[in-house]
């Protein structure tokens, strides 16, 4: 079946505004994980989801970070008020469920450029 | 802090021989260790896991993990130059929700 798969592939926005990162998991995969890659860093872990609900918002960097995930298939990450240090690659991965044995499979990301 | 310390590299091979790559880890709880590849400009894509103590191979990759140490290491044999890449290290948190990944090791392949 088809993997991870997430919009939009680049953003570039203007510092202070919103934007919004979207991952559809792999069908059947109750697990969903955002992480984010910085220049030069490793994958930050920022939160994930078990079927619709977060058990585990502790990643988010700052109040300006959200995410939501409905219906147990997509999600959606809100970065309010952007700014030059949010500039990433917002990685989504899913897994068939959320334990130390289940493998996760990332999407392509989005890579996000703030001005 | 969990932490997971990897060389950054770049780790040069020739074509053929073996590549080995290392990983170490701070918390003792961790159950599950896992190498992703990632190309440049690409996502991370899963190469191997391990959950137990010693050897597993898959093809011409090998990992091993020494939870005494809290060290588990990826070895390419045959090294390619499409291995030429970043690999990284990561490791469960004990709660076995998310992944604490390591910088990773640029890898170098050379014909």
């Known amino acids: 079946g088809a993997g991870v798969s997430q919009s939009p592939s680049n953003k570039v926005t203007e510092k202070g505004k919103d934007v919004e990162l979207r991952c559809d998991p792999i069908?059947?995969?109750?697990?969903l994980y955002w992480y984010r890659q910085s220049l030069g860093q490793g994958l930050e872990f920022l939160i994930y989801?078990?079927?619709?609900?977060?058990?585990?918002k502790s990643g988010l960097p700052s109040d300006r970070f959200s995410a939501e995930r409905t219906g147990g298939s997509v999600s959606t990450l809100t970065i309010q008020r952007t700014q030059q240090e949010d500039s990433a690659v917002y990685l989504c991965?899913?897994?068939?469920?959320?334990?130390?044995?289940?493998?996760?499979?990332f999407g392509p990301g989005t890579r996000l450029t703030v001005l | 802090q969990k932490e997971v310390e990897q060389n950054s590299g770049p780790l040069s091979v020739p074509e053929g021989a073996i590549a080995s790559l290392n990983c170490t880890y701070s918390?003792?709880?961790?159950?599950?260790f896992f190498w992703y590849r990632q190309y440049s400009g690409k996502s991370p894509e899963l190469i191997m896991f391990?959950?137990?103590?010693g050897d597993k191979e898959d093809g011409r990759f090998t990992a091993q993990l020494n939870k005494a140490s809290q060290y588990v290491s990826l070895l390419i044999r045959d090294s390619q130059p499409s291995d030429s890449a970043t690999y990284l290290c990561?490791?469960?948190?004990?709660?076995?929700?998310?992944?604490?990944f390591g910088k990773g090791t640029t890898l170098s392949v050379s014909s």
């Open positions: 989801f078990q079927g619709n609900s977060a058990p585990d």
């Open positions: 990561a490791v469960d948190n004990q709660a076995g929700t998310a992944l604490i």
């Open positions: 991965a899913s897994s068939l469920d959320v334990g130390s044995s289940d493998t996760q499979y």
């Open positions: 391990i959950y137990s103590n």
């Open positions: 918390d003792r709880g961790s159950q599950s």
């Open positions: 069908s059947g995969h109750t697990a």
